[in-house]
């Protein structure tokens, strides 16, 4: 692919807008989903996102991004899940009565069992994509990284997206789940606090994720 080709840069700038804006956060989450480059613009909400992720220099950027690309959340998720799907209902309720009030991984297993049958094939990997394009782009605009590596982490990450949801709402449906999962949230705080958001990035002709197609 030649990232350099404009037309490829403008296709590659819409997916990344349309995934990056499930990332963002607060009352103003889709006034800023709708205008992603005004986002990408602002330096301060952009170092806020490196240092979510405990990002401080390019050296931890380049890290964190192939983690995310091969590795991700997401294993941990499928690791839970495999041990819960070998357990009969009645096992998999004692097992997790049984986990440790406060645990390091209880909420999390607590959001693995509740979406063992609830989730497309590939799970939450969407989590660990919209968070892979959003730190690159971030890194990118903030110095971290040169531009034509932002626009290959783009490519991959746009490239298993579609290979793995058939859709937008599946996509949503992953991201959502990873969220409460990397937050250890058993009671779904994450899907409950923006449901209104999710949907709007699917009906509203404004939304980023109207401006390009998942498949």
């Known amino acids: 692919?030649?990232?350099y080709d404009p037309e490829v840069r403008a296709q590659l700038a819409l997916y990344g807008h349309a995934m990056s804006s499930l990332c963002m956060k607060g009352q103003m989450a889709f006034a800023l989903a709708k205008n992603m480059q005004a986002v990408f613009e602002n330096k301060r909400r952009l170092q806020s996102a490196l240092e979510l992720w405990e990002i401080e220099n390019s050296a931890a950027l380049k890290s964190e991004l192939q983690w995310l690309l091969e590795t991700g959340v997401r294993?941990?998720?499928e690791d839970f899940q495999m041990l819960l799907s070998g357990l009969g209902d009645t096992e998999r309720r004692g097992y997790l009565k049984s986990l440790p009030s406060g645990g390091a991984h209880t909420g999390k297993q607590h959001v693995a069992a509740y979406y063992l049958t609830r989730l497309p094939a590939k799970g939450?990997?969407?989590f660990d994509y919209s968070w892979c394009v959003y730190l690159c782009c971030a890194g990118y605009r903030l110095g971290y990284l040169p531009e034509e590596d932002q626009w290959?982490?783009?490519a991959m990450c746009v490239r298993h997206a579609r290979i793995a949801y058939a859709s937008w709402k599946d996509y949503?449906?992953?991201f959502a789940a990873?969220?409460?999962?990397h937050q250890a949230s058993p009671s779904l705080?994450?899907?409950k606090k923006y449901k209104d958001f999710f949907v709007k990035l699917l009906t509203v002709p404004e939304s980023?994720?109207?401006q390009v197609n998942l498949r």
Not at 178 to 181: L, N, P, R, V, Y
């Open 178 to 181: 990873g969220a409460d999962f």
């Open 189 to 191: 705080d994450h899907v």
């Open 172 to 174: 949503i449906i992953g």
């Open 124 to 126: 939450i990997a969407a």
């Open 208 to 210: 980023p994720l109207g």
């Open 75 to 77: 294993k941990e998720f």
């Open 152 to 154: 290959r982490i783009v």
């Open 1 to 3: 692919m030649d990232y």
